[in-house]
């Protein structure tokens, strides 16, 4: 499956998750999930970008 129709079950995810969007004018162009994991920090679980949007720094720590 390609962004964003991935099968995710958010109702099953969202007690140990934390879903941050990027938008572009109401539209999601990019899901990162963070998960809690057995120690005291989070890991990155899934990042997605838009094929459309992809090489823009949507997911970078800097912008572009």
Known sequence: MCF????????????????????????????????????KYMHLYDLKVSKDYRHMGVASHQPQ
Do not use: H
């Open 4 to 39: 964003p129709d991935e099968n995710y079950n958010y109702d099953e995810m969202k007690d140990n998750s934390v879903f941050i969007g990027a938008y572009d004018n109401g539209k999601c162009i990019g899901l990162a999930i963070l998960q809690d994991a057995w120690f």
